[in-house]
C-alpha cells in the first residue's frame, strides 16, 4: 500500500530525536486539530528557517547572517576560542553568560566505528582561523603593541569520542604560541558523592585543585 499525506507526516515526526511512533502520532493529530492556528504558521516557520538559517562561515554556528552575529560582536575577546562539537553547545555556554569570547563549531567528534575522520570535521578550518591570529599577534608584538593572550578552550565532551578529538586538536594547536584548556569534569555542583559514578569520582580527585 502506497503511504498516505499522515503516514508520511507521522514518520517524518517519529525521525526527529526524542520521538517515537506514539508520540509523532499525537504530534500530528494536534497539529491537525489545530490547522490555522499552529500547523500552518509552523509551516511557514519551516520553510522561512530552510530558507534564511545557514552556517556561519567562520565559526559554524547557525545564523540567518554569515559571519553570525557572535562573530560580528565586536565586544568580545577574540583572543578565547571556544571549540564545541555542535551548534546545540554554543546555545548551552551562551545561556549561562558566562563566556564572551568566539566560538567553533566541529560539526562532530571523531569517530573511527562510524567512519568519522579530521576530514569530515571543522578541524582544517580551526587551524587556520588560530594561525591567523597568532599571525595577527606576532604583527602587533613587532610593532611595539601589547601581545594578545590567545586561548583555545576546548569544550568537548568527555565522552571516548570527545576526549580523543581533544587530544587530535591539542596535538595539531601544539606548534601556535597559545593557551590550550579545557572545560574541568568532576563533582557538579550540588552533586553528592554517593551518587556519582566511580569514573566522576576519580577525575574530579585527580583533577583537585587547592581550597
Not at 587551524?127 to 599571525?135: K, L, P, Q, S
Not at 587530544?167 to 550540588?190: E, Q
Request: glycine share 10%; charged share 25%.
Amino acid at each position: 500500500m502506497s503511504e498516505g499525506p499522515l503516514d508520511h507526516l507521522i514518520r517524518m515526526l517519529a525521525g526527529l530525536p526524542g520521538l517515537g511512533n506514539r508520540s509523532a502520532r499525537r504530534i500530528a493529530l494536534h497539529l491537525l486539530e489545530r490547522r490555522e492556528g499552529l500547523m500552518h504558521p509552523l509551516a511557514e516557520a519551516l520553510e522561512r528557517a530552510a530558507r534564511e538559517i545557514l552556517p556561519c562561515r567562520t565559526c559554524g554556528n547557525l545564523d540567518s547572517i554569515s559571519p553570525c552575529g557572535v562573530c560580528r560582536d565586536h565586544g568580545r575577546d577574540s583572543g578565547k576560542i571556544c571549540v564545541v562539537a555542535h551548534v546545540s553547545d554554543v546555545w548551552a555556554v551562551e545561556r549561562t553568560g558566562a563566556f564572551r569570547g568566539r566560538y567553533h563549531v566541529l560539526g562532530g567528534l571523531l569517530c573511527a566505528l562510524d567512519g568519522v575522520g579530521p576530514q569530515d570535521l571543522r578541524i582544517d578550518s580551526l587551524i587556520a582561523r588560530t594561525e591567523a591570529v597568532c599571525a595577527d599577534e606576532g604583527s602587533d608584538a613587532k610593532n611595539g603593541k601589547a601581545q594578545q593572550n590567545f586561548e583555545v578552550i576546548l569544550a568537548l565532551p568527555a565522552t571516548v569520542d570527545g576526549q580523543s578529538t581533544a587530544h587530535y586538536i591539542s596535538d595539531r594547536l601544539r606548534k601556535f604560541p597559545l593557551k590550550i584548556s579545557r572545560l574541568a569534569h568532576g563533582v557538579p555542583v550540588g552533586g553528592e558523592l554517593d551518587y556519582l559514578d566511580d569514573g566522576t569520582i576519580v577525575t574530579a580527585i585527580n583533577s583537585r585543585s587547592a581550597a
